[in-house]
């Protein structure tokens, strides 16, 4: 199976760790992986989105013009990203950055509340992975036990106390991850 994911945001919003935590954990469960980040000049605050390929076969390329699983942060990320889901596919948003929802009915629509969430367990560093969780929940791509590989491997030896903590929040993204509203098609085909 092949999962063409899309992760974007505004720059310091950690999509880039997002999508490295994932192509390390698809790396120790022996698939075959891609990652392909791209921000521009102003990284900060500035767009920024990845790509990532999880695939249990070899990836052709790691430019996908069509996604299985967008995870979008902000607005402009949904504008950009919305129509770019492949019919049955998946939209994962964060409530605090878009004001004007998805609107597809051929995709499921996930709502995660990580902002308001990550302001609850006072840290705004964990916000992405509680976005990671949500995501895991949804589409169970990865065992937790190789995305906290992952992290250990992403974060500096001097941060490995933090790793605690973003076990919390993967936890509670995958708590507090809503179903919005299920594909037609999957209705239609079930």
């Known amino acids: 199976m092949t999962h063409e994911i899309v992760i974007s945001g505004f720059g310091g919003q950690g999509v880039l760790s997002m999508g490295k935590i994932l192509a390390y954990s698809g790396i120790m469960e022996g698939m075959e992986v891609s990652w392909f980040p791209s921000y521009g000049p102003e990284q900060r605050g500035g767009t920024a989105n990845v790509t990532v390929i999880l695939s249990d ?11 299985d699983i967008a995870v979008v942060l902000n607005q402009p990320s949904l504008d950009k ?12 948003y964060d409530s605090y950055g878009i004001h004007t929802p998805p609107k597809r009915k051929d995709i499921d629509v996930y709502k995660i509340n990580a902002m308001d969430e990550a302001v609850n367990m006072n840290n705004d560093k964990v ?12 589409v169970p791509i990865v065992q937790l036990e190789n995305v906290m590989e992952g992290l250990k491997k992403s974060l500096p030896e001097r941060y490995h106390n933090l790793l605690p903590m973003n076990k919390e929040a993967i936890l509670r993204g995958m708590e507090i991850i809503q179903l919005e509203n299920k594909a037609e098609l999957n209705k239609i085909m079930n």
């Open 127 to 138: 916000f992405n992975m509680i976005v990671l969780g949500g995501l895991l929940k949804a």
């Open 81 to 92: 990203f919305e129509e770019k889901v492949k019919p049955g596919g998946i939209i994962i």
């Open 57 to 67: 076969k070899p990836i052709s390329s790691p430019i996908v013009d069509k996604y």
